[in-house]
């Protein structure tokens, strides 16, 4: 009797002594990542501070610029902290197909040069007008408003109002996973409309917005810009192929508003991620949004 009471006492110990190691690593792990997450989080307000100190230097932004470099790895207690700043100017504005709740024509057309570049349907230009513009009718051949949506086994309406946030393409008629991300590096769904920064386009974004130019000729610009970036509008127009490429001074600019901020934390064994898109009007950034993963 007596040996059993020992082995139960010593079994209890030790399960008592096993929970209780098991529940100083949770906390371990929970305090770790509080700490990753107050890092990430830091890395955006860095980012703001950098923002806000080129604003006040400078009117123009390009790919030279201190911003725009990424920061390596920096040591913190216990961890380390990255961070980068990516324009987000120089990308199709989705949200642009749309103005005061009517379709864009001039907008939808670039866009369909832009996928078709892509290797992409054009008529996904027309059927993602028809979920963001305010009526309910479909505008063009192909087009999907609440007739198409309502008779799918999921019924749910189109949004008639601008995009949130990229992922909600997967919705919109046409738009899978795949075609999303051959998208994703080329497009952005910013709050407001606004001009194309010629600084960072890409070669595909820059032939979808200027008159008749062409890949190859918006390959050379790029290419030259890396060298020497824009300096204003009319630099830009001066150094346009083939003599000149008619393009209207509302379309493009060599400044930018918006930057998606990623900030990694990392503290023992605890990642992670936060990210924030800001708007900068002059002065501090402003947050639109921000994610922590």
Do not use: C
Not at 64 to 87: C, F, H, S, Y
Not at 122 to 130: K, R, S, Y
Not at 263 to 274: D, E, K, L
């Amino acid at each position: 009797m007596v040996l059993l009471i020992v082995a139960l006492a010593t079994s209890l110990a030790a399960f008592m002594a096993t929970q209780q190691n098991l529940w100083l690593r949770q906390v371990e792990s929970q305090f770790e990542r509080a700490q990753a997450r107050r890092i990430g989080i830091a890395a955006i307000d860095w980012a703001r501070a950098v923002l806000a100190d080129d604003a006040r230097a400078s009117s123009i932004d390009h790919e030279k610029e201190i911003w725009a470099m990424r920061l390596p790895a920096q040591p913190v207690e216990n961890g380390e902290v990255t961070g980068v700043i990516e324009d987000r100017q120089g990308l199709f504005n989705l949200n642009n197909l749309v103005r005061n709740g009517a379709t864009s024509a001039p907008d939808v057309a670039q866009f369909q040069k832009l996928l078709g570049m892509l290797g992409l349907p054009v008529e996904l230009a027309t059927t993602l007008a028809d979920w963001m513009d305010a009526d309910s009718e479909a505008q063009y051949p192909g087009g999907a408003e609440d007739a198409y949506y309502l008779a799918l086994p999921r019924p749910y309406r189109a949004a008639n109002r601008p995009l949130a946030e990229i992922g909600e393409l997967s919705l919109v008629k046409g738009f899978d996973s795949r075609t999303i991300e051959r998208l994703r590096p080329f497009v952005a769904v910013l709050p407001v409309l606004g001009a194309i920064n010629v600084n960072f386009a890409p070669p595909e974004v820059l032939a979808a917005v200027v008159g008749n130019m062409n890949l190859a000729d918006a390959r050379l610009m790029v290419q030259q810009r890396s060298v020497r970036p824009f300096k204003d509008v009319a630099d830009f127009r001066q150094r346009l192929p083939h003599g000149g490429i008619q393009v209207s001074d509302l379309n493009i600019t060599i400044s930018s508003q918006f930057f998606l901020v990623t900030g990694r934390g990392s503290v023992g064994r605890a990642q992670v991620t936060a990210q924030a898109l800001l708007q900068r009007t002059g002065g501090w950034p402003t947050v639109v949004w921000q994610s922590v993963q």
